[in-house]
């Protein structure tokens, strides 16, 4: 029986944001030899179906991606970032171009245990994880020499150790086939998102069991609020709603005022 991944990632196209228009759904049939994926273009209700995708190329729930100067990058299974070009051309029903970029090879095997986190800073990806200790965040830049010749370059270290005021932030439990011991990696802390821009890295604390932000400038940490609930990070982006009939802006706004709703909350 196929195992069947869906995606959704919402994408901004030439800067705007564009998920009621143009968004990419990706739905992975992987079977014995062969894999398949079907992407879904809203801006033209059409799927396109590849059906000579490499399966070794699998999806995860929950994996880090990031929307970057037209392309479309998820880290996937076996160490690797997956990057799709030309989605702009999916609503013509022309399949967007892809490849894939190895992490940076010290992420092993760190990144078999937990997931990194992406950035853009200045326009450029960047990528951040654990060291094998937990006593450091590692960032490094991916830099292109040449078309498509990539190559990660170590941008900073950001010291943990010092910021948790401890050492032992990383302990093994009893893994693998036999039960190995001293075989599966975990951290007290886990990343949840980097912006260089505003020098800031928010962060899970899973002994705490607190969301907190690392200050990179001053090296602190700040609690923003208790309890651990599955957060997601998200920038939002704001534009002009559509012109709208006047009997239909009205009807909104009765149903947002509670009207039809049984609700006395007014939200506008």
Known sequence: MAT????????ILHGHHTSMSSALIACIHFFSLAGKVEMFSSAGSTWLVDDEW???ITFSWGKPHLFLNG???????????LVFEGLE??????????YTIDLPF????????????FDKSSGILHYALQDRSGHSIVVWTLEDYAHRLWH???????????AFGR??????DNGGIGGVPDWFWNCDYRILALELERELVVLSDHKTMKLISYNISTGELNEIRDGLEGYRYYVPCYSELPA???????RNILCMCGTETGSNECIL
């Open 4 to 11: 069947v991944v869906q995606l959704f990632w919402p994408l």
């Open 54 to 56: 490499d399966s070794d």
């Open 71 to 81: 392309m479309l990058c998820v880290e996937i299974r076996g160490q690797q970032v």
């Open 89 to 98: 051309t999916m609503s013509d029903g022309i399949l967007p171009y892809h």
């Open 106 to 117: 010290d992420c092993a095997p760190v990144s078999s245990f937990t997931d990194g986190c």
């Open 152 to 162: 990660w370059t170590l941008k900073c270290h950001l010291n943990m150790a010092d």
């Open 167 to 172: 050492k032992d932030l990383v302990c093994y």
């Open 244 to 250: 709208q009939e006047p009997s239909v802006l009205s």
